[in-house]
């Protein structure tokens, strides 16, 4: 492991400060859980690691008339255990509870959680450079690819790890980022970043920024959601495939449905034409398992995955019925 420097800001305006000085050089120590791994097998070597651990204002979950905002710091299990999100967010307390371990949880954050790096074993061993490390080739695409992506790859073909992310903008959240620019928000669909698009990360985050809060909606009354997750151990694993679930009930039908699969893409995967299947129709199990099908086709399996595109149609009729239900 690399030598480094360790700081530790005491407020957001002394960390922005640190990371505008460190220029892309710092990391980011918030629950440590994947940052130590990383800094182990020298996947990160930064000459900076920023303490978070002493700025409470971001680590507290308040609710006021227009909205519930989660600070980056609140710890997984801080989050699964709060009233407000026990009683608006069911499906977000799932995805909670789904992380790892009772031990993880009570370290880990919602932040990091979001901003974790992907669990590829080749990403993750140090003797292969692929591209996600500067290299110039993806050796999941003839290599071992049983748990990679079938949705969005082919220049890197990692997924997402995060049980958050799909649960969050299922219920449409906001990201709010913060530099010495300022603080600006978007929505957090829009965080995260395709290959194609940053093949070295998985956001938009820029050197300098860092993601401080997550903003909800207060919901509806009439806002159910739901988290479903398929792991091949039975506890403490990451997601074969994920799909969370949000929508308005009215009567036996949806309306502003959300579906968004994990496990399956280097970004959290929205289905656009699953969801609008799924609104203004009374839905039974042929119903939503033929528009699972026909969202599924899209996918574009490697030679060891196409095992997801059944799991994925599963979950998403378990996902859509249960909302119904």
Known sequence: MKNFQLAEPQNLKEL????????????????GTDLFSLLKDEILNPDVVIDLSRIKDLATINQDKAAVRIGALTTINDLASHPVIQKNFPGLRQAAQAIGSPQLRNVGTVGGNLCQRPRCWY???PLFICRKKG???????????KYHAIFGAGLCNIVHPSDLAPALISLEAKAKIAST???KELPLADFFALPSVS???ENVLQPGEVLTEIVLSNPSPRLRSTYHKLTE???????????AAAAEVQGDTLTKAHFVLGGVAPVPWRLPAFEKRMEQVKLNEKVVAAAAADALKEARPLGENAYKIDLAAVLLTRAALSLAA
């Open 16 to 31: 922005v400060a640190f990371l505008a000085k460190a220029d892309g050089s710092a990391a980011i120590l918030a629950g």
């Open 135 to 145: 290299g110039s080739r993806c050796f999941a695409t003839q290599g071992r690819n």
């Open 199 to 201: 093949v070295r990360k």
């Open 123 to 125: 990403f993750r061993d």
């Open 181 to 183: 620019s300022g603080e």
């Open 233 to 243: 151990r039975g506890s403490w694993d990451f997601a074969v495939v994920s799909v």
